[in-house]
């Protein structure tokens, strides 16, 4: 069974810096996606980074591209998010997923792409 847990959210102010974990178990496929979302009040739930397995490859949203860096841990099957100069706007939960395998995948970014979710860590930047 996949699970994904998330931790590392809380309440800071603009420009501080939050790094989120997500600790991953279960998977049975070699080359995976294991994304990060944000969904902020009363938004949709978007795509904020991804990494890929096999490689490492990172892909980051342009709205975050330089303040946020997302990375791994093969050995702790744990992948984190570094997120610094935090903005009000990065409000929101933030959920990793897992998808794959990769070659499936028609986008990092797609919600639809990812078939585990984790619960969701609450970040709340005030200005």
């Known amino acids: 069974e996949v699970q994904l847990v998330e931790s590392g959210g809380g309440l800071v102010q603009a420009g501080a810096s939050l790094r989120l974990s997500c600790a991953a178990s279960?998977?049975?496929?070699?080359?995976?996606?294991i994304g990060w979302f944000h969904q902020a009040p009363g938004k949709e739930r978007e795509g904020v980074s991804c990494?890929?397995?096999?490689?490492?490859?990172?892909y980051y949203a342009a709205s975050v591209k330089g303040r946020f860096t997302i990375s791994s841990d093969n050995a702790k099957k744990t992948v984190y998010l570094q997120m610094n100069s935090l903005k009000p706007e990065d409000t929101g939960v933030y959920y990793c997923?897992?998808?794959?395998?990769?070659?499936?995948?028609?986008?990092?970014?797609?919600?639809?792409?990812?078939?585990?979710w984790g619960q969701g860590t609450q970040v709340t930047v005030s200005s």
């Open positions: 990494i890929r397995s096999s490689d490492g490859s990172t």
């Open positions: 279960g998977f049975t496929f070699d080359d995976y996606a």
């Open positions: 997923a897992a998808g794959g395998p990769w070659a499936f995948l028609r986008s990092w970014y797609g919600v639809t792409e990812y078939n585990y």
